[in-house]
């Protein structure tokens, strides 16, 4: 059974408020949209486009000790905390990175891509904060994540989105 631990954190909140930021940005640009279903934000799904689904991610720190987001790394997620398909791995189209002034846009394939041949996941570490393309699993959870370079990311084919 699902549980809703999650909603009203301050981190679902700002997990909210950057997704109503990218839908300022479909309406801008005429795209046709709709947010997405329950059932499909468990497939990673926040907007289902006339484009394809896009999964939209807020700007993370890397330490919870870290006092702001930042734009020059990126965590990714091959596993989720049940230890499921994370978003790296699930079936939507694209992932929308937000940064201070803009959003990526990359189609979330070619980030698999690219996170499958520089991420070494079996160098597992023990602290975020050594996870650069290494594995890393959180205390009490299933996950299986990683850190990238943004400028990774800059290299493949991608969209740049004005805030």
Not at 8 to 31: A, H, K, M, Y
Not at 92 to 113: H, N, P, S, T
Not at 145 to 162: F, R, T, Y
Request: include cysteine; charge should be neutral; aromatic fraction near 12%.
């Amino acid at each position: 059974m699902k549980t809703f631990d999650f909603i009203d954190t301050p981190s679902w909140n700002r997990g909210q408020s950057v997704e109503t930021s990218f839908q300022d940005i479909l309406d801008r640009r005429g795209i046709e949209y709709r947010r997405s279903t329950l059932e499909e934000q468990y497939k990673h799904f926040d907007y289902v486009t006339d484009r394809g689904t896009i999964d939209v991610k807020a700007r993370k720190r890397v330490n919870r000790s870290d006092s702001s987001e930042q734009d020059e790394l990126v965590w990714l997620e091959f596993k989720n905390t049940a230890g499921d398909r994370g978003w790296l791995t699930s079936n939507v189209d694209y992932i929308a990175f937000e940064r201070q002034d803009d959003f990526v846009l990359i189609k979330r394939a070619y980030l698999y891509e690219m996170a499958s041949k520089k991420c070494n996941l079996d160098d597992k570490v023990s602290r975020g904060s050594d996870a650069l393309y290494k594995g890393y699993t959180r205390k009490g959870r299933s996950d299986l994540l990683s850190i990238v370079k943004m400028s990774d990311i800059l290299n493949l084919p991608i969209q740049v989105l004005e805030k």
